[in-house]
């Protein structure tokens, strides 16, 4: 139930009470409930609880993290060899 | 699928195990509190490659396995009776009762359906207005939005034939519960990534500071919990104890305003019992007496109720950190996910069940994780001299 999944708003219904959204998730489409996200456009990812988007992954914030973990090998590298790390 | 696999890359992961090796230089005890997390742990094999001394503590957080019993035995009073559809998540039908679950009682006849979304449970009621329609509301923060939502359009549309069975629990009272415990040996938290990106962390930060317990809040895959475990440690190493955000991707510090105002429309915190825990106040939900014509414990009065946990079952120290699965005689023998004796092994988010999957103390894997982080440079704290 905590396990929420991202996937990808591939269509948005803006007609009735609630928003709604189909969301793919790696293939499998499932109808989500936007109200939560607003904000949320067609090609957006988010993640999706019993339902109900909760949040809209930041693809900049994604790409920060991968960034830093690319850098630990080379700032733990550094740290062994006694060196500064490299400037990325 | 997009970020999904590159969370899961092996050469990070076994970087990051390595960089852990490198920073640790005495035993820590950490806790991920969230069951999807210690999945991910147990299936991938991250804890077995974590240095010597550090230790995985699995958390509370499956909300399936901290359901009290009472409120599954009056599911089964409730489904039971014939003018009932009773609507439930799926992994809550084979969680066992004092005397069965909800899945037996259907095979029995009772109309017990199974929803992905709450409101699938709504239109139920709209479509059958001769039947009374009972969601059972349960969860962490992550699912209260949609049950708040549930209620709320049933208000909207009148629907006289609609009810929850509220059941709702809340992390950070939980952590406090764990912290008070004399026994307690937790030193670290991984927060639950997704119960934060509901409710953000700032009621996380009194806790940091009060008990000196850094805590990360950490997401659910691989990358993820490694990243965590990392922070943690470097905290733990130098005195630290703050919140810290991992999983910026998808949590925010304010959380997500729109779905905490929909959940306090509906909802209001309220003392609460944990299966296998006992009671903790102010730990859950329940609903607004403005919301009280769509309590079902009201409706259909299931007041006294006798229980009776399976008598080999420890599932209540699995889920306070203080045992794990291999310390129970019925794991694996008398308990297994196709007759399982205690929440733990029934749920996606149970840690007996992760136990089950990943093949621990069985005589045969069941499953083998995505790559081998055993060949992870072996560096552990003695080795470093």
């Known amino acids: 139930m905590c396990l929420g999944i991202p996937g990808k708003v591939v269509e948005i219904d803006d007609g009735?009470?609630?928003?709604?959204?189909?969301?793919d998730f790696g293939g499998v489409r499932k109808e989500a409930c936007l109200a939560y996200v607003p904000e949320v456009e067609v090609g957006d990812y988010v993640i999706v609880h019993v339902g109900f988007a909760i949040s809209r992954l930041d693809e900049e914030e994604a790409q920060k993290t991968l960034e830093l973990l690319r850098m630990i090998d080379a700032e733990g590298m550094a740290a062994e060899l006694g060196e500064p790390p490299p400037v990325p | 699928m997009k970020y999904i696999d590159e969370f899961r890359d092996g050469d990070l992961a076994r970087k990051l195990v390595d960089e852990i090796r490198r920073e640790t230089t005495r035993p820590w005890n950490l806790m991920e509190v969230c069951g999807g997390q210690t999945h991910t742990?147990?299936?991938?094999?991250?804890?077995?490659?974590?240095?010597?001394?550090?230790?995985?503590?699995?958390?509370?957080?499956?909300?399936?396995?901290?359901?009290?019993?009472?409120?599954?035995?009056?599911?089964?009073?409730?489904?039971?009776?014939?003018?009932v559809i009773f609507t439930s998540y799926g992994d809550m039908l084979r969680v066992p009762g004092s005397s069965a679950d909800l899945l037996a009682l259907k095979a029995r006849g009772a109309d017990v359906r199974t929803v992905y979304s709450p409101l699938e449970a709504v239109r139920l009621a709209q479509a059958n207005p001769e039947r009374q329609v009972v969601f059972f509301a349960i969860g962490f923060e992550t699912t209260a939005p949609a049950n708040a939502m549930a209620v709320w359009e049933a208000s909207r549309l009148d629907l006289p034939n609609f009810s929850v069975l509220v059941s709702h629990v809340l992390v950070p009272p939980a952590l406090e519960a764990i912290l008070r415990a004399p026994s307690n040996q937790v030193q670290a938290f991984l927060a639950a990534g997704h119960v934060c990106a509901v409710m953000g962390w700032e009621e996380y930060e009194p806790i940091a500071e009060r008990y000196h317990v850094p805590i990360v809040i950490t997401?659910?895959?691989?990358?993820?919990?490694l990243e965590g475990i990392l922070m943690a440690i470097r905290q733990l190493e130098s005195g630290r104890?703050?919140?810290?955000?991992?999983?910026?991707?998808?949590?925010r510090r304010e959380g997500n305003r729109a779905a905490q105002e929909a959940i306090f429309r509906v909802f209001e915190v309220g003392d609460r019992k944990w299966r296998g825990i006992g009671a903790i106040p102010s730990s859950g939900y329940r609903l607004?007496?403005?919301?009280?014509?769509?309590?079902?414990?009201?409706?259909?009065?299931?007041?006294?109720?006798?229980?009776?946990?399976?008598?080999?079952?420890?599932?209540?120290?699995i889920l306070q950190g203080t045992k794990t699965p291999l310390d129970c005689t019925?794991?694996?023998v008398?308990?297994?996910?196709?007759?399982?004796?205690?929440?733990?092994m029934v749920s996606a988010e149970g840690t007996c069940a992760a136990y089950h999957a990943a093949g621990r103390g069985l005589a045969a894997p069941t499953a083998l994780p995505l790559y081998d982080l055993s060949g992870a440079a072996a560096r552990t704290p003695e080795a470093r001299g």
Request: proline share 10%; glycine share 8%.
């Open chain 2, 330 to 332: 019925a794991y694996g």
């Open chain 2, 241 to 251: 104890a703050e919140v810290e955000n991992q999983y910026a991707r998808a949590v």
């Open chain 2, 334 to 344: 008398l308990c297994t996910p196709a007759r399982p004796l205690g929440a733990p």
């Open chain 1, 16 to 23: 009735g009470e609630l928003r709604m959204a189909r969301v």
């Open chain 2, 219 to 225: 997401g659910f895959e691989p990358l993820d919990l």
């Open chain 2, 41 to 83: 742990l147990v299936k991938q094999g991250l804890d077995e490659a974590l240095p010597e001394g550090v230790r995985m503590i699995h958390g509370p957080g499956c909300p399936v396995c901290v359901t009290p019993l009472e409120q599954i035995d009056k599911a089964l009073a409730i489904a039971a009776r014939p003018d």
């Open chain 2, 288 to 317: 607004r007496p403005e919301f009280a014509r769509f309590d079902a414990e009201e409706r259909f009065e299931v007041g006294a109720i006798e229980t009776a946990e399976h008598p080999a079952c420890i599932a209540g120290a």
